[in-house]
């Protein structure tokens, strides 16, 4: 089956063919004073460009809005450069095949050539969808255009009144030359033709071909094409003076910084072909430009520290700033400054510095592995551990945190903790036992000291262990103990933790007792003691409180008597006694009371006596004696009487009785009484002589002698036996 062919001169446009592919970025430049011919036009843009515009679907909107009159764009229907040649409208000038096409209707112009012919099985084709519309646009960026492919709905501009068909192409969709371009005599599949891709035709067997003449006689035999502002393509001579549209591939280098410094760097870019030479700008607080030639590289020095610096080096080309190759970065932020330790507690480290000169955004703290950041010269930092070695790193920084200065730094300790649980053990009259806990975190030894009230330091070592013997103490003595938890070998102190003893005191001396009958009273020495406690004890009792006094003595009254009472004293400092000291003594005795007979008989006789009134239990000494017959007997007795025997009857017997205690006798209780006597008479004859008369017969001397001899015998015997003297008259 044979095809319809198109040779040159003979084309069937379409308002658009579009092939999309990869390209670099481009920049566009419209020249629209003191017009120039296209080639003129071309030969400008390539001294100073790249060359005249090839037109995409991507960059087609972005020339058109541009544009304010007819403009030069990179093609011509003849295009041939550096001997080569090629079909028409194949090419842009740049070389890029033309794979896009936006012709406003009724243009290209050209002969046409029509032949039938069998076209070559290998020849590459595209086929286009026959051209129905292509309207001129009517919008903001277009005001005469509403439409198409691009612009799919163009309906006519005062440039051309109608262009949904035209005196060449009065129906697009079908016209007197393809009077039915979607299917007719000539097309009968209704298709739409196929055309080659720009190439010359073969034609097969020297088919013949037929010239149709341009009937509007608008065929440009040299033309060129361009742009109208709102982007359809039109006609028109080379040799016309017009705008023109050049392009430049956008140079796709980057500007690279090394050796970043707070107050230097170098920049380091890629060549860029056919430039006179290069602009340096450089962007902080104000503007650095400088031109440099053939150098690729550049020293900035006297830059200021942590601050952003935005880079551009500008291509220069025909007196033009060409796109740029760019970067920004941050130079180097100064060291803090005066970093100190403003306070240290067990937890917490106060840091404090100055800010360095230059900018400085934010600021960085490095600790044990952890690290905090702020805004402020200066930072708290807390949960650390108590006791423990610190290295702080400040480093000072920017807002994007892509560089930092270099380090300052300090190392301290956090403060000890404070021991717990203190506590005093083991006193004694010269030291005690001082212990505690270790606290948390680290500690490298205890401070121990211990004082008086009067501040005079009586202990001060440092230990490792958490307990200390504290010796060469006062008795006796009020003693304030510390200890601090130290760390940085000793250089650093924890809270220090207080406990308050005592040493006990020594013991008093010289206790003396001194008593009566139902009193004590008790006094002694001491060198030491703010205190006394007296106690009074009977019979391994106590007897009343513990009496604590503030002098060396202490009396008791309402005792009982012959009591032993012992008196223990101990010295007080605190809430710590001495060891007491101890001495006993008798109450004075009070003698028995209301001795007297109980019973007696001819051989034995029984007293019996009253106890003293408010005395302990006591013993007793009795005693019974008779002068007469020189008789004496004393026993002891515990009972209140007693019964002798072995007596002499009709004896007066005397008796006492007797308190005994602690070796001592109380005063005696007496009394004395007869045994029963047993009656003997005895007759005494007296003679009576006497040399005067009579005078033993008298009465008078009768009574005389006895009276005399009743006084004998009184004296005789007096009252020690029973006896009775009885005169018997004749």
Avoid at 2 to 20: A, P, R
Avoid at 294 to 305: C, E, I, K, P, R
Avoid at 652 to 665: I, Q, S
């Amino acid at each position: 089956m044979g095809e319809f062919c198109l040779k040159e001169g003979m084309f069937l446009f379409v308002s658009s063919l579009v092939l999309i592919c990869g390209a670099a970025e481009q920049d566009y430049f419209v020249h629209d004073s003191g017009g120039r011919t296209w080639d003129e036009a071309r030969s400008y843009c390539q001294v100073c460009y790249k060359d005249l515009a090839t037109v995409t679907p991507e960059n087609i909107k972005t020339i058109a809005q541009n544009l304010t009159a007819d403009s030069w764009i990179g093609l011509r229907r003849n295009f041939s450069d550096a001997g080569s040649s090629s079909a028409s409208w194949s090419r842009w000038a740049d070389g890029e095949r033309l794979l896009f096409q936006n012709w406003y209707p009724g243009w290209p112009v050209f002969q046409k050539n029509v032949c039938y012919c069998n076209c070559p099985t290998t020849a590459t084709t595209t086929r286009f969808t026959p051209f129905t519309s292509l309207n001129a646009p009517s919008s903001a960026e277009f005001p005469n255009m509403t439409n198409s492919a691009e612009f799919p709905n163009a309906t006519g501009s005062a440039e051309f009144p109608n262009a949904t068909g035209s005196a060449e192409f009065p129906n697009a969709t079908g016209s007197a030359e393809f009077p039915n371009a979607s299917g007719s005599a000539e097309f009968p599949t209704g298709a739409g033709p196929t055309v080659t891709s720009f190439g010359e035709p073969a034609v097969p067997g020297g088919t013949e071909c037929v010239l149709s003449p341009d009937p509007a006689g608008n065929y440009v035999e040299d033309s060129c094409v361009a742009m109208l502002s709102f982007g359809a393509w039109v006609e028109r001579s080379c040799s016309e003076r017009l705008s023109f549209v050049c392009y430049e591939d956008r140079f796709p280098g980057r500007v690279e910084v090394t050796e970043v410094t707070s107050e230097s760097a170098v920049l380091t870019w890629l060549p860029v072909p056919n430039i006179s030479h290069s602009r340096v700008e450089v962007k902080v607080h104000g503007n650095v430009t400088q031109n440099v030639t053939n150098l690729l590289t550049l020293d900035l020095v006297g830059l200021t520290a942590g601050s952003l610096h935005t880079v551009q080096v500008f291509p220069v080309k025909c007196g033009r700033d060409m796109h740029p190759q760019q970067t920004a970065f941050y130079t180097k932020p100064n060291k803090v400054v005066d970093l100190v330790v403003a306070n240290v507690t067990e937890a917490c480290v106060k840091l404090n510095w100055s800010k360095p000169a230059g900018n400085v955004d934010i600021y960085h703290v490095k600790f044990g592995g952890a690290s905090i950041r702020n805004k402020t010269e200066g930072s708290e930092v807390c949960n650390l551990t108590p006791g423990s070695p610190y290295t702080f790193f400040v480093l000072s920084g920017v807002e994007d945190n892509s560089i930092w200065s270099d380090e300052s730094n300090v190392t301290t300790y956090t403060r000890p903790g404070k021991v717990s649980h203190l506590n005093v053990t083991q006193n004694t009259h010269s030291s005690l036992l001082l212990a505690w806990e270790r606290p948390a975190g680290h500690t490298t030894g205890f401070r121990v000291t211990a004082a008086t009230d009067s501040d005079r330091v009586l202990f001060n070592e440092t230990v490792t262990q958490e307990k200390v013997n504290v010796t060469s103490l006062p008795p006796g003595t009020k003693i304030t103990l510390n200890v601090t938890a130290l760390t940085a070998g000793g250089k650093l102190e924890g809270e220090t933790v207080t406990v308050v003893s005592y040493t006990t005191p020594t013991p008093i001396s010289d206790l003396v007792l001194r008593t009566t009958s139902n009193t004590l009273n008790a006094s002694w020495n001491s060198a030491n003691g703010d205190t006394f406690d007296v106690e009074l004890w009977l019979d391994g009792e106590r007897v009343g409180p513990i009496y604590s006094v503030s002098t060396a003595e202490k009396p008791f009254v309402g005792l009982k008597a012959a009591a032993n009472y012992a008196v223990r004293v101990s010295a007080v400092t605190g809430h710590l006694r001495s060891l007491p000291k101890e001495a006993s003594a008798f109450t004075k005795l009070l003698p028995p009371t209301d001795a007297r007979l109980r019973s007696a008989d001819k051989h034995q006789i029984t007293f019996e006596w009253s106890a003293p009134e408010n005395i302990a239990k006591v013993n007793y000494t009795v005693r019974l004696y008779s002068t007469f017959w020189g008789q004496d007997w004393s026993h002891a007795e515990n009972e209140t009487f007693h019964t002798f025997g072995g007596l002499k009857s009709g004896t007066n017997y005397g008796f006492e009785v007797r308190t005994v205690a602690n070796g001592a006798k109380s005063d005696p209780a007496v009394a004395s009484n007869y045994t029963v006597a047993v009656k003997k008479e005895i007759s005494l004859s007296m003679m009576c002589s006497s040399a005067q008369s009579l005078l033993c017969d008298k009465q008078s001397t009768r009574d005389s002698v006895f009276n005399e001899l009743n006084t004998h015998f009184r004296e005789l015997l007096g009252d020690s036996v029973v006896w009775e003297l009885v005169k018997q008259e004749n």
